[in-house]
Each structure stands twice: as C-alpha cells, then as structure tokens.
C-alpha cells in the first residue's frame, strides 16, 4: 500500500507569483513529514571506490564494525522480488537498520542488493507492468531507508533467452528513476571469461545506464593455466579487468574488481579467510591446507596487488563478504584501504 504526499506551498495573494511541487510517492511508515526529489542535475561519484557487500541480517554484536572507516560503500545483501514485482520482505528488518544507520555513522555509502533467480527477472522484466512495479518497489525502498543505492544481482542475463534486451531495458528505467532522486544504480556482472550468451547478456546500453560495474572475479578455478586450482589469482582479475575494458566497453572510472574473503578447494567447497587464519592459515600467502585438503585464497600481498591493479586500469575493489575477513592488522579490507590511500 502506497500514500501520496503533496507538498504544497501555501502563499498569500500578492506574496508570490506561484509555487509548484511535484507529487511524491513513498511507502506506507516513511517518517518524513516532507519528501521530496532533490533538485538540481544529478551527477554520478567518479572517485575511487573500496566496495563491501554484507548480510543485512548479520549481528552487529559479533562483528568487527570497525572495518567500516576503511570502506565507502556498503551494499546489503539481499533483497528479493516477487512475481508481481513487489519485494519480499528482508529477513530482518531491525538489523537491516541498525546496520544501515551505523555506516551512515561511518559515512559509507549504502546500498541494497537486488537478487533473484534468472527466471524470475526475466519475467518480470518482460512485462512492463511489473518491471514498473519493480523500479518503483526499489526506488521506494530506498527512499524509506534513505540509502544512497541500488545494487543489481541478476545473475545472469542471458542474451539467448532475450534477457539481455529486458535486462538493459530495466536498467535504464531503474537508473532514471534513481538518478532523479540523486541515487546510484550498480550491478554484479559475471567475469565473462567465456564466450556465450552469459557474457553476451550484458549490453553497452546496460552498462551505460549504470554507475558502475562490480566485476566478479572469483569462483574461477581452471581459468589461470599458471594456478588452475586457485579460484581468484591476480592473473584472472587482470584478465577479468581487460576483457570488461576492451570486449564490453566498460569505461575505467566504472570498473571494480571484486575480491574474495574466503577461500575455495578444488571441490568448490569455501572457508572465510578468518576461518583459514584461525586454522593456522598464513596472511602473506595464498594457499593452506585444512586436515589435508588445500584451499586456495588471497592474502594481504594478492589483495594489495590487485589493488593496485584497480588502481591503475579501473576505479575501485569490491569485498565479498564483509563478514569473512580478519581482524586487526590481518584484514584484506584494510589492505586495501592501505594502497589505495
């Protein structure tokens, strides 16, 4: 259920000429007694960026929130759709808050994740009712909780279901939609090492509507013939980033390279790189090996390099997940914090 709020300027014959405020729409429960779009043109943020998804439901009791000086962008994970392009409700909603008004505390950056599965979206992209539905169930989400975002996890379009045509149109009208009110639209995009529909499910539109693009380069073991077992070495993130640069034309100052907080083995089972050092797991190195079985990660030189990287040929790192690093001297968020300075 929505309520219309109309902010109207109430004057005097004689004392002004005329006044006139749009309609705004927000959810049932915003606490503002006044809302309204911001004027002015909207101009998307161009600096660096050190990126980190975390569980909206996680306990802030138990975590290291300290972490968050070293980063400018949370971005919460996950918010789900329906078919009728409403959205689920998150799974806690006061610890959702509580994280969110802590980071504004920090003055990150928030943002919620948007994830469904592939079908899901692509329906609801399909048929305009309810991709509009949709834009405006995100825009009014994010308004209520005063974020600064939205974060597309649609994984993946598919450019031989058609979903790369949906896809790109709902970009453009969530981006529209959020720019107007000063927001920011991400996505979460497959490495695109391979070619297919997959890779081709991302169109130049799609990545010109957005504000920048987080690049997932990781979960990728056998693509690095120096290093097949790791899943994330420096050569596939520089790849990953030259693909995206060169075959997609993503711009620079759009590129962020995502790095992980967790180790894989071969069998494509995870450990969090807080677990591994507890393990006994050695900070400057890449790989360890728990009761016999090695798993493969990114130490504080891989994180810092890859920083670098960023650096150089992209404009930002992206953590998943915020939860799984380490504390004090051993984090790779602070890592990265450190080079990118």
Same mark, same amino acid.
């Given at each position: ?15 002004? @000429? ?11 429960? %915003? ?22 998804? +975390?569980?909206?439901?996680? &306990?802030?009791?138990?975590? /290291?929130?300290?972490?968050? #000086? ?18 689920? +409700?998150?799974? @806690? #909603?006061?610890?959702?808050?509580? *994280? ?55 994984? *993946?379009?598919?450019?031989? %279901? ?31 090492? *391979? ?10 539109? +799609?990545? /010109? ?17 120096? @290093?097949?077992?790791?899943? +994330?070495?420096? $050569? ?5 980033? $030259? ?18 907080? *967790? ?11 807080? &677990? ?8 400057? $190195? ?11 990660? $990114? ?43």
């Amino acid at each position: 259920m929505m309520k219309k709020i109309l902010i109207l300027c109430i004057a005097a014959v004689g004392l002004f @000429n005329s006044c006139k405020k749009e309609i705004v729409w927000v959810p049932d429960g %915003y606490g503002a007694s006044k809302v309204e779009k911001p004027t002015g043109e909207y101009v998307s943020d161009k600096s660096f960026k050190r990126i980190s998804y +975390a569980y909206h439901n996680a &306990s802030l009791a138990t975590m /290291d929130t300290t972490k968050l #000086q070293y980063i400018t962008h949370l971005h919460f994970a996950f918010l789900n759709p329906k078919e009728d392009g409403t959205l689920q +409700a998150l799974t @806690n #909603q006061t610890a959702f808050e509580n *994280y969110n008004k802590l980071a504004k505390e920090y003055k990150v950056k928030t943002a919620i994740s948007i994830q469904g599965n592939e079908l899901m979206f692509r329906t609801i992209a399909a048929n305009e009712q309810t991709r509009k539905r949709l834009v405006k169930s995100l825009v009014d989400f994010a308004v209520r909780y005063n974020l600064d975002g939205i974060d597309l996890d649609w994984e *993946y379009p598919r450019a031989n %279901y058609g979903s790369d045509v949906t896809f790109e149109v709902f970009t453009k009208e969530l981006a529209a939609e959020l720019h107007s009110w000063h927001k920011y639209l991400s996505m979460a995009v497959t490495a695109g090492l *391979y070619a297919g529909p997959v890779k081709d499910g991302i169109t130049k539109g +799609a990545i /010109d509507a957005v504000d920048f693009v987080n690049l997932m380069a990781y979960d990728g073991i056998n693509t690095d013939p120096l @290093n097949p077992n790791h899943h +994330a070495t420096y $050569n596939m993130a520089e790849k990953v980033l $030259n693909i995206w640069l060169t075959d997609k034309g993503l711009p620079k100052e759009k590129a962020i390279i995502g790095l992980p907080l *967790y180790g894989k083995n071969t069998a494509n089972s995870s450990m969090t790189y807080s &677990s591994l050092l507890n393990s006994g797991a050695d900070p400057i $190195n890449d790989e360890f090996a728990v009761n016999g079985v090695v798993y493969y990660y $990114n130490g504080i030189p891989t994180i810092k390099a890859k920083t670098e990287l960023a650096k150089l040929k992209g404009n930002g790192v992206m953590f998943w997940e915020y939860g799984q690093d380490a504390r004090g001297v051993n984090s790779l968020i602070k890592a990265a914090y450190d080079v990118s300075q």
